[in-house]
């Protein structure tokens, strides 16, 4: 079924008969009068395009047209393949559907849904053929532009066209018969537009002209109890009138935010406008004024004409909600039904605008009663291309009217038009109060809000099944906002460079549909038809979160719980903690996503988003490559993956979040993970008892990350964990000497826990430790390094005699020698030193090993250095360059390099460089009449340099 459904037409039917048809059970049916007739001859009649008035006498004939005047039609071919485009729009729209908003292009719309080539051929060589001049085809494939003499037109089609005056005295012409389609172009001709000039659209706009507002209301009014009376919306406009900020305060949306970036907004217009009014507006409150782009239609020169308010007000109020637009598109053409349908098919084929504000309209039964079915002359072309855009991802907001439920054409209710077209978002008014700071306190339905039942439209399909709708036909509005013919509800904005308070649909329209520019910023795609979403939240979870539901007010229909016919779904509530109509209408991107591998599964999660209503969890064994997810459904975290999952294989994840509408957001930041088994139990433990304490050591254990070390006074059983570290060893305080504890050691990592090791039995003792024993005293050059055989000591102290047997002083830091050796430093070569060793425990300090001595050794020094000039002849004089020292290396074995030494006549020695085990070295730096001492030194590869060189002096 279609989201909304076009009316069908069947043009080799005998019987002319249109039926709109629904497939649903319970599916609105609605037939419409026939719009043409088969002839004898084979021609076919196009019904209905004699004007009611000029049928019914309402209008006097003056005169017929001149017939040498040159006539402007639009001359409308069928959709080729409407059920095709119906179903297009239902999977666009269709969150389930694998082209889910893969909108198309305008020509790849003409090429789908065009006329054929052939049709196109056929009729316009029949149109030549009849004296008329096909001067261009639109861009959709669907529409002739075709002038032509009067008297070549109203031959054509077998008509006359005459002037007519109205009671009012005003003007138009229009045809005397029914257009007539010759033989070869019958059933490739469903329309013929501009035969008459008797349709004009009207501006749902009014300029408040009641009292002033009482600035005294801003503050609120102090009850007897002291509490304070929520007032009609709090002015701030420069004229008492509404500013943009007083809307944005009240429906809960930020102006500096989110606020159109980059996004062009295109207003449809049949006036002009003065562009000094704009930039005054837009400076007065410091708005960004956005790139103004006038597109004239159909030759009109864009001066401001009787309905310039509209245009105006139109730019001032949407630049004034979406303060960062890019760009606001303003079509501009006559007011004629010719033109109307020339704007809106340039709308549809520029494809530049994503949303469309449309502030004009006339009353269904009013085309009615100037041509008494018109549904395929305007209702139906502007309904195809409403079509169209819906299929290029545009979004249509029109007003609903603004004379209540009679539009100006009372007695009878009648729903305007094209807010009545199902494949647009109509808007209608409210009155809102809100409390002494500017919040939504409550909101009633408008007198004037246009709203009713189309007699042309059936029950499209998203409003089917929804409490409160009337059966019958397509209900109006959709929506509604504040902007009604009160003092609480009108708008300020500068027209002709004076301020005015204005109210109207015409005024709601446009901060919807700059709303809607902010939703596509936040998307970075457009959404499009608006419908399917807004009636989609409305019967969900979400329709208190998102509209507030006005249920009071009176247009001719009477507001109530749920839909109703003044105000459609009721306002918005734009944003609050995360939930409201702007974050439903769109799927937020997850953030904050992590994975922590397990035993054979992962667990992922993530920061919930409070508009989602579930997640999508994608996994794949590649880096950035997903296809389908591999969990749907999820609505809680934190959430396992443990289906199919493999130890030792990495797996990657990201998330989608699904809304409200069923859509889902774009993926999130990838995160991956590699599964494990728990580790493996540990081995090597072994335990060294203390004075009120133990200390255990066991082995690294394989992809453990830490370990828990665990105690009982049981053997065997009993255990808890008393520590959990991430290294190999734990010394146990604040025991009981001479009580029995038994020790088990367990390894974890991100799966888990291991089994635990072999139990350890330790018994802390008070007895001091025993002296160490195989103390060794190796020589090195200036040191001494002493080893012994560990005994379980917590650290040991190394002391120092220069006698043997002597009085031993400790050179070692109290607690810092934690291991069996020590190395003793700057010492004297040659001296001998005597070294004993004692252990330390919880206890204290043990009994001294026996003595050891060692004497250190000075590493020999090279020998034998000498130095001379080097020195050559140069044009008969000598020229030195340097010195070069000679030297036998060092005796030592392993020497590696040597380090040469230069003092400059009787200062000290620097060192002048490092070279390689080589025994010569040239000094080049070197200056005439300077002393120069030098001594080298010789390097073993365990870093030790030897003593120095005797010295060797050159005169330079």
Not at 204 to 226: D, E, M
Not at 393 to 405: E, H, L, Y
Not at 890 to 897: K, N
């Amino acid at each position: 079924m279609t989201i909304f459904k076009k009316m069908g037409t069947f043009w080799n039917l005998t019987m002319a008969v249109l039926v709109l048809l629904s497939s649903l059970a319970n599916a609105q049916e609605k037939k419409l009068t026939a719009h043409f007739k088969n002839n004898p001859d084979g021609s076919q009649t196009l019904l209905n395009y004699v004007p009611g008035e000029v049928s019914k006498g309402k209008a006097q004939r003056i005169a017929h047209a001149n017939s040498n005047q040159t006539l402007d039609l639009r001359i409308i071919l069928p959709v080729k393949d409407q059920a095709g485009l119906d179903q297009l729009i239902k999977n666009l729209y269709d969150p389930q559907s694998p082209i889910y908003h893969k909108f198309i292009t305008p020509e790849q719309f003409a090429q789908q849904f065009g006329a054929s080539a052939l049709d196109f051929s056929i009729v316009q060589e029949n149109l030549k053929s009849l004296g008329l001049t096909v001067k261009r085809q639109s861009k959709n494939g669907l529409i002739l532009s075709v002038t032509g003499p009067l008297s070549k037109v109203e031959h054509a089609f077998k008509l006359n066209v005459n002037n007519y005056k109205r009671s009012d005295g005003t003007l138009f012409f229009a045809p005397d018969a029914d257009p007539t389609i010759p033989t070869p172009m019958a059933g490739k001709i469903k329309a013929v537009i501009g035969l008459d000039n008797a349709v004009k659209f009207q501006a749902f706009n009014h300029k408040y002209t009641g009292p002033k507002q009482n600035k005294s209301l801003q503050k609120g009014i102090v009850t007897a109890t002291g509490g304070v009376k929520a007032q009609p919306l709090a002015h701030h406009g420069p004229n008492g009138g509404l500013e943009p900020q007083d809307v944005a305060k009240a429906y809960n949306f930020t102006l500096n935010t989110t606020d159109g970036n980059n996004q062009t907004l295109a207003l449809f217009e049949l006036d002009g406008y003065l562009a000094s009014d704009i930039s005054t507006y837009a400076g007065y409150f410091g708005f960004h004024l956005p790139s103004l782009q006038n597109v004239l239609i159909d030759g009109y020169d864009g001066s401001a004409g009787p309905s310039t308010d509209e245009v105006t007000l139109d730019i001032e109020i949407a630049l004034g909600i979406a303060q960062g637009l890019k760009q606001i598109l303003v079509y501009e053409a006559q007011n004629t039904a010719l033109n109307y349908i020339d704007e809106w098919e340039r709308i549809a084929s520029d494809n530049i605008a994503q949303v469309v504000s449309v502030s004009w309209g006339i009353a269904e039964q009013s085309i009615a009663n100037i041509i008494l079915f018109s549904g395929f002359s305007i209702l139906d072309t502007e309904h195809t291309l409403f079509q169209q855009m819906a299929t290029q991802g545009v979004t249509i907001m029109v007003a609903s009217g603004d004379a209540g439920a009679y539009n100006t054409s009372g007695p009878t209710t009648n729903a305007s038009s094209p807010a009545s077209d199902p494949g647009v978002t109509a808007v209608g008014i409210s009155a809102l109060t809100t409390d002494p700071s500017g919040n939504w306190s409550s909101e009633t339905g408008s007198s004037e809000s246009g709203g009713g039942i189309s007699g042309t439209w059936p029950v499209p399909l998203y409003q089917q099944g929804l409490a409160g709708i009337t059966a019958g036909g397509r209900n109006v509005p959709d929506v509604a906002l504040t902007a009604d013919n009160s003092l609480s509800s009108c708008y300020d904005v500068l027209i002709g460079g004076s301020w005015g308070c204005y109210w109207g649909s015409s005024v709601a329209t446009p901060i919807w549909a700059a709303l809607v520019t902010r939703v596509n910023q936040v998307r970075q795609t457009p959404i499009g038809f608006l419908n399917p979403s807004l009636y989609t939240i409305a019967q969900g979870s979400h329709n208190a979160l998102d509209y507030h539901d006005i249920t009071s007010g009176n247009n001719g229909f009477s507001a109530g719980i749920g839909y109703d016919l003044v105000t459609g779904l009721g306002s918005l509530i734009g944003s609050v903690s995360g939930l409201g109509l702007y974050n439903d209408l769109f799927a937020a991107t997850p953030s904050g996503l992590t994975a922590t591998a397990g035993n054979a599964q992962v667990t992922l999660s993530w920061s919930l988003i409070p508009a989602a209503v579930s997640y999508k969890i994608y996994r794949s064994t590649t880096s950035n490559s997903y296809s389908t997810p591999t969990y749907t459904g999820i609505t809680s975290l934190p959430y396992t993956d443990n289906t199919n999952v493999i130890n030792g294989t990495t797996y990657y994840y990201v998330v989608t979040s699904v809304s409200i509408l069923g859509e889902e957001s774009t993926f999130s930041s990838q995160v991956s993970a590699t599964p494990i088994a728990p580790p493996s139990a540990p081995t090597g433990q072994n335990g060294t008892p203390g004075n009120t304490q133990a200390t255990i050591n066991w082995n690294v254990t394989p992809t453990a990350t830490s370990y828990h070390v665990k105690r009982s006074l049981t053997s065997g059983s009993g255990y808890s964990t008393i520590a959990t570290v991430t290294g190999t060893s734990f010394t146990d305080s604040g025991l009981s000497n001479n009580t029995p504890y038994y020790y088990v050691i367990s390894a974890l990592n991100a799966s888990g826990e291991g089994a635990n090791s072999v139990e350890i039995p330790l018994t802390p003792l008070a007895t001091l430790p025993l002296a160490p024993t195989g103390v060794n005293a190796a020589s090195g050059n200036k040191q001494v390094t002493l080893t012994w055989n560990a005994n379980g000591a917590t650290s040991y102290n190394v002391k120092r005699s220069p006698t043997s047997g002597g009085s031993y002083s400790t050179v070692s830091t109290p607690g810092a020698v934690t291991t069996p050796s020590y190395t003793d430093t700057n010492l004297t070569n040659g001296t001998t030193y005597y070294y004993v060793v004692s252990a330390v425990n919880g206890t204290g300090e043990g009994a001294n090993s026996f003595e050891v001595s060692a004497a250190p050794q000075g590493m020999p020094a090279p020998t034998n250095i000498k130095a001379t000039l080097l020195a050559a002849r140069v044009g008969g004089r000598i020229v030195y360059g340097g010195v070069v020292l000679y030297w036998a290396q060092s005796i030592a074995p392993g020497v590696v390099q040597n380090k040469i030494y230069r003092s400059v006549g009787a200062g000290a020695y620097s060192l002048l460089a490092t070279v390689g085990a080589s025994t010569s070295y040239t000094d080049k730096n070197t200056t005439k009449g300077t002393v120069y001492n030098y001594k080298v030194t010789a390097f073993n590869s365990s870093g030790v340099e030897s003593l120095a060189s005797n010295s060797v002096t050159v005169n330079y």
